[in-house]
């Protein structure tokens, strides 16, 4: 009985990996095994939206968005998947980079755009972007799952080697589906973002000097790669290559191709620049929350990262982290009771105390392992087991949780540095720190002919920014710029 029940399912199985087989990759037209289905990859996309939206946050601008989805919707049509649900966002966050999700949802951030000086770059990238999708690279390579904010930093302290030994390796990962592709999905992604932003009448030459714009945030002033250029080829390389795609297309297409570039950079004029403070900020090790008007010390030597979300911060050899975010519940014990459910916490202590003059309940505990069915109970140990050192501050009509993590083995040798942070959260009262306005992007005329640096000194821009202001501009110091033409200076 066992036997027969056994072959056949051994018998289904096979067939239906013959039927997945038969799938034809629409952009490759190869025949290919794929194990998710297009409602699956629609249905992902749905799922991962909310939780990419809580993360970073939607950009606030109507132009810039009726921009990039009226492009988007475009280039949908002409694409090789015209029929799926596609829909285009812009998010609120400094990183320069864009992704897609699998069933057409697609994400720029507001840092790209503010990097982008014509349309033409804009729609390399998009097009860049659809094609991932098109190609189903994301089903290709079964793309990972969302992950949850305290289990993923706490498999970074369980496990440093395997996760990242730092903050930076949780970078926009936490709570959000990232894709990382391999290097031929990249190249084929190139090939089809040329494609697909020709066909829609942009100069796709352009896309390759995005890729020099790109280097230089690399070289020049060390901003984190886009996903969509993290372990891959060089960009340099990359740039010769696109340009010798566009090159070849144009020349079995014919046409007039528009680059669009000052229209484009009227649309960016105002656009926010870099970090916000109205979302939180660090200066002098002490993190600001104007808006919340609370503030609490990042300790010395530790990276941090920001969201709307949440604050999380590490020391850079990564055995330990604090995360802020707010709790759910109508009272502190409300709260300790619904943190313990969700995170499945076994609390070992817990007392009532106030921080600066702010009610709190500080609860320690363990995080209690989950059985996987049909795997044998993991043996608990100080060296695997996650404990929390938790404050749960009453203020301004909310509840702030502010976790401090590590394994148990560790934890006593870093509670202090936990509860110092947690003992100096208190409201934020100095004018300069609530009243902080974001730097923002300006477009001006050159006031007159000159190199690039002169122009920017005429315009006021500090010396110390002009490599920033030429990255940004993609321009060198030394270019020669025309009186009239448009640049981006930043200004608050």
């Not at 006021?460 to 993609?474: D, I, K, Q, T, Y």
């Amino acid at each position: 009985m066992k036997t027969s029940f056994f072959f056949a399912r051994i018998l289904s199985g096979a067939a239906l990996l013959s039927l997945l087989a038969c799938s034809r990759n629409p952009v490759t037209g190869k025949r290919e095994l794929i194990l998710m289905s297009q409602e699956q990859e629609i249905a992902l996309g749905q799922q991962s939206h909310p939780s990419i939206v809580a993360t970073m946050g939607l950009y606030e601008d109507r132009n810039l968005q009726n921009f990039i989805s009226e492009k988007g919707k475009a280039m949908a049509k002409i694409s090789h998947r015209p029929d799926l649900p596609y829909q285009f966002y812009i998010v609120d966050s400094p990183v320069v980079n864009a992704f897609a999700v699998p069933g057409g949802y697609v994400y720029f951030t507001r840092g790209i755009m503010a990097h982008f000086n014509n349309e033409a770059e804009f729609a390399g990238v998009l097009g860049h972007e659809i094609g991932h999708i098109t190609a189903r690279h994301s089903a290709r390579q079964q793309s990972s799952q969302l992950l949850t904010q305290v289990g993923l930093i706490g498999g970074a302290i369980l496990a440093p080697d395997v996760v990242g030994q730092n903050i930076e390796a949780l970078q926009q990962g936490l709570g959000l589906l990232m894709l990382r592709y391999s290097r031929d999905h990249e190249s084929e992604s190139d090939k089809i973002g040329v494609e697909y932003s020709s066909k829609i009448g942009y100069d796709a030459k352009r896309m390759s000097a995005f890729f020099g714009t790109l280097k230089r945030l690399s070289d020049n002033t060390g901003q984190v790669i886009p996903e969509f250029m993290s372990t891959h080829p060089d960009p340099g390389n990359r740039q010769t290559r696109v340009q010798q795609l566009a090159q070849e297309f144009q020349a079995k297409n014919p046409g007039n191709y528009e680059v669009n570039r000052d229209s484009y950079l009227r649309m960016i004029d105002g656009i926010v620049y870099g970090e916000d403070p109205k979302q939180g900020f660090v200066e002098n090790n002490m993190f600001y929350h104007p808006v919340l008007k609370f503030q609490f010390p990042v300790p010395r030597g530790w990276q941090h990262q920001n969201s709307p979300q949440q604050f999380q911060m590490a020391p850079e050899k990564g055995n330990s982290a604090m995360i802020l975010m707010l709790a759910e519940g109508s009272s502190l014990q409300d709260a300790a009771q619904k943190m313990v459910q969700q995170l499945s916490l076994r609390v070992l202590e817990n007392a009532q105390t106030t921080i600066n003059g702010l009610p709190a309940l500080v609860v320690i505990s363990q995080q209690v392992p989950q059985q996987q069915q049909g795997q044998p109970q993991q043996r608990q140990t100080a060296q695997n087991t996650l404990q929390l050192g938790t404050w749960l501050i009453q203020y301004n009509g909310a509840i702030y949780a502010l976790h401090g993590l590590s394994t148990a083995a560790n934890f006593n040798g870093n509670f202090p540095t936990f509860q110092s942070v947690a003992q100096n959260f208190r409201p934020v009262t100095d004018p300069n720190i609530i009243n902080r306005k974001p730097e923002r992007i300006q477009v001006k005329a050159a006031p007159r002919d000159g190199t690039f640096q002169e122009i920017m000194t005429s315009l006021g821009m500090p010396a110390n920014r002009v490599g920033e202001l030429g990255v940004l501009n993609s321009m060198t110091a030394n270019d020669r710029v025309a009186r009239g033409t448009m640049v981006k200076v930043i200004s608050r």
